[in-house]
């Protein structure tokens, strides 16, 4: 796990070092992110878990994400979180607080002449949780990440309204992994 930790933080330092910032829309920005919703009971979950959270992000423009032309940005990010559970096969109820490290590419294709736009995210980061659950048998997870959503421009500011899919699992390094599937609805700002 040490290993994965290092190679995740290198990447995250090299990914400073060969930034352009040419595109406004990937130009390096930063983001405050809310997020509230809840965790789904499929592919083995059995902790029905809801709640929400902060995030703070740093995005910079990435030549190497970007897909046919179209430009990208390397996000990194950092939140907290809470959730609650109402129990269930002999847990009782719970709540959790975890933070967590997210390093995704995000690809953005403007719709009209002001800006706004659609963006998806792709991603992969680490949790730390101060309790075990249910589905999660340890504290520190892996946390695959994707994002959908729409973006909004006022003056300076963008508003991004989306979804978020976090998987959350302990990557098979201890059994069982059943893992958590939450799903998100995020706003956030771009600045």
């Not at 990435?62 to 032309?69: A, C, H, T, Y």
């Amino acid at each position: 796990m040490k290993f994965v930790l290092c190679l995740f933080l290198v990447s995250c330092s090299l990914g400073l070092v060969f930034a352009d910032n040419k595109d406004p829309l990937t130009k390096p920005s930063h983001y405050v992110i809310g997020f509230f919703g809840q965790s789904e009971t499929i592919l083995g979950s059995e902790d029905g878990r809801f709640g929400g959270g902060l995030g703070f992000a740093y995005g910079q423009p990435e030549k190497r994400f970007s897909l046919k032309g179209l430009p990208a940005q390397l996000v990194y990010e950092g939140y907290f979180d809470r959730t609650q559970s109402p129990g269930g096969s002999g847990y009782p109820p719970n709540s959790t607080l975890a933070i967590g490290a997210l390093s995704y590419a995000r690809w953005r294709w403007p719709v009209d002449e002001k800006g706004n736009g659609v963006y998806a995210d792709l991603g992969w980061g680490l949790q730390f949780a101060n309790r075990p659950t249910l589905d999660l048998d340890t504290r520190l997870n892996s946390t695959p990440v994707l994002d959908i959503g729409g973006t909004y421009r006022d003056g300076h500011i963008e508003y991004l309204i989306g979804i978020r899919y976090l998987h959350i699992s302990n990557a098979g390094t201890d059994r069982p992994n059943f893992g958590q599937n939450e799903f998100f609805l995020t706003l956030g700002f771009r600045y």
